[in-house]
């Protein structure tokens, strides 16, 4: 499939997205974590249609990309100093933070209580990126044993799970067989962290999102449209 740049303006900014034509009947927008855009669209639509279709959703766009900006810690808007607000499984916690002899992160009394060797926001996004991890090797763990012990199988193999930093997707299942999430789940609320996992489980099952997918998914998280909304992984 051919992919090509384009973009429309919309209240005075740009958004810029990537169009694939393909074999299909709707027209599919999506915007990803890393803020990029993606527009699949029937063989042969008429670019004016298409651009007409991205002005109309243009807002709820916008408002995607600000949603996943503020999970991004490289983003320019993250400044790592006291008072900033930061997410942990949903909830935002502000910065504490205190020059000291040694490196250390806690999460106490309602603040990201840092104490810093060095008080240079790169050091202090990396104190914090490896508490996120910690965190996340424990949380997501016991989440995923979680969904899978309610799992509706015994055909398939338990996964093993990996834990890393994904520009375009929460999650994914492996061939072989691995699940790998999303280290910046752990800034979102565990019902969505137990989506993810869940529909990727699903995929043991049905590698695609077909009728036999959806039926599972519906049947092992009856929910799953409203814990999807939250997460806003926005596909329309
Ligand atoms: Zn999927």
Known sequence: MEETKHAITYAGKSIAFQLRY???????????????VSVKAPLGTDEN?????????????????RYFAQFDPRR????????????YLGRKYRLKIQRSDTDSVMLKHGFFRISAVDDKPEHIAQLLE??????????????FEECWHHFPTNKVDKPRLKIRNMKTRWGSLSRKGGMTLNLQLIKAP??????????????LLHANHGK?????????????????????????
């Open 22 to 36: 393909a074999n299909r009947r709707t027209m599919e927008i999506a915007v990803y974590p890393d803020g990029s």
């Open 49 to 65: 249609l298409i651009e007409h279709r991205l002005q109309r959703r243009a807002r709820w766009i916008l408002r995607q990309i």
């Open 76 to 87: 320019p808007q993250r400044r790592f100093v006291g008072g900033e607000s930061h997410l």
């Open 130 to 143: 490896h508490w996120y991890r910690r965190r996340a090797d424990v949380y997501f763990s016991q989440v």
């Open 190 to 203: 565990r019902e969505c962290i137990e989506y993810v996992v869940i529909h990727e489980l699903c995929h």
């Open 212 to 236: 036999a997918f959806y039926d599972l998914l519906e049947r092992s998280l009856p929910d799953w449209i409203n814990r999807k909304k939250k997460l806003e992984m926005a596909l329309c």
